[in-house]
């Protein structure tokens, strides 16, 4: 942020009177520019199949972590509430049309500024597809998630408390908060770093024997 | 938002390509200024004597609602937890030391861009005091809670579940989500203002028979 968005004055870094944290000031009009975390509200749509609960993945047509499943979210806009958000990013980015549940995840992320909700949400007909971010809607068993191909950290700990608590009906109920720190984000990169030259070296070395 | 905070360009207002909503664009260097809701994050601090639990309600020094009680919270800031937040907040207004426990309500509140949620806080100590904006701090009993005077729907609806549940732990330790619609805001003043009106009545009534 360089300038006023109100009257084009460029904008000073500074605590307010009053206030405890810097802020973009304009220095002209006085407004103080607020900037807050952002909610991403996605849902967990799962389906009952055989009396085992399947789970409705998304793999991502985009960047970020284009090609990796996720489970739909976006952020929520202004004039909805989360549910509304998390049924809308449903339709979507799964083509389902699904009523939420309640809140099952919570997760924090404060060093992009993010809150992630998932609300669970069970599908009463087999009806899905791919949205314009997708390429490939699919459900899945608990034994064949992809869990090495999962997009993001917070639906992956989504997932799996799901299948802890899959059969507590009072643990599902309850609402699930932690926060994913950026020391954690940074190990998670660090590992799949290490898995990705693992992965080039094998292949080199099998390139090397063939 | 008149001109873009990047390069001081005056913003158009319209659907950016493979969106579906109006945003505010730069014409110049292409920004999209996405605008979301906010988190107001706080507490429900209780404290427990003669086995009753008593709730800790600050009186607003500042506008908006000066005057009323509340519970402790305000908007959530970027690079902290949604607990962290909350727990700052009962720190800054009640000057009250809390570990917070579940997330106890989450409310929607579309027509003002704002997600309110309240964690369940049992005091542990009888220390608290008046923070910078608030007037006064105090514990109340259920029976003494001014429900007339609550600054905030979505305190009074936090406040009203907990007296509802607090003989009922499950239902305590869930995550109660619903939504405050811009029509119940609405008939929520209008019954303020009838009040308002009927005691004003009563005054010069009583103004006029004294």
Same mark, same amino acid.
């Given at each position: 942020?360089?300038?006023?968005?109100?009257?084009?004055?460029?904008?000073?870094?500074?605590?307010?009177?009053?206030?405890?944290?810097?802020?973009?000031?304009?220095?002209?009009?006085?407004?103080?520019?607020?900037?807050?975390?952002?909610?991403?509200?996605?849902?967990?749509?799962?389906?009952?199949?055989?009396?085992?609960?399947?789970?409705?993945?998304?793999?991502?047509?985009?960047?970020?972590?284009?090609?990796?499943?996720?489970?739909?979210?976006?952020?929520?806009?202004?004039?909805?509430?989360?549910?509304?958000?998390?049924?809308?990013?449903?339709?979507?980015?799964?083509?389902?049309?699904?009523?939420?549940?309640?809140?099952?995840?919570?997760?924090?992320?404060?060093?992009?500024?993010?809150?992630?909700?998932?609300?669970?949400?069970?599908?009463?007909?087999?009806?899905?597809?791919?949205?314009?971010?997708?390429?490939?809607?699919?459900?899945?068993?608990?034994?064949?998630?992809?869990?090495?191909?999962?997009?993001?950290?917070?639906?992956?700990?989504?997932?799996?408390?799901?299948?802890?608590?899959?059969?507590? $009906?009072?643990?599902?109920?309850?609402?699930? $908060?932690?926060?994913?720190?950026?020391?954690?984000?940074?190990?998670?990169?660090?590992?799949?770093?290490?898995?990705?030259?693992?992965?080039?070296?094998?292949?080199?070395?099998?390139?090397?024997?063939?």
């Amino acid at each position: 942020m360089k300038f006023c968005s109100h009257c084009a004055t460029e904008v000073e870094f500074r605590i307010p009177a009053g206030d405890n944290r810097q802020r973009y000031v304009c220095p002209s009009c006085d407004t103080i520019f607020y900037q807050n975390p952002r909610i991403v509200a996605g849902t967990l749509p799962f389906y009952y199949h055989d009396g085992e609960p399947q789970i409705l993945l998304c793999k991502r047509a985009i960047e970020p972590r284009k090609g990796f499943w996720t489970l739909p979210a976006g952020f929520m806009e202004n004039g909805e509430t989360t549910e509304q958000a998390a049924e809308r990013e449903t339709r979507e980015e799964a083509l389902a049309d699904v009523t939420v549940q309640s809140l099952f995840t919570m997760v924090s992320v404060p060093h992009i500024d993010q809150v992630h909700m998932f609300f669970l949400a069970r599908m009463e007909k087999h009806q899905f597809g791919a949205g314009e971010e997708t390429a490939e809607a699919k459900l899945f068993r608990e034994q064949d998630i992809p869990w090495k191909e999962i997009a993001f950290p917070t639906v992956a700990r989504t997932l799996k408390r799901f299948f802890e608590y899959k059969n507590d $009906s009072a643990a599902l109920a309850r609402c699930h $908060s932690s926060a994913i720190l950026p020391s954690e984000a940074l190990r998670k990169l660090e590992a799949e770093e290490r898995e990705r030259q693992k992965r080039e070296a094998q292949k080199s070395t099998n390139g090397q024997t063939s």
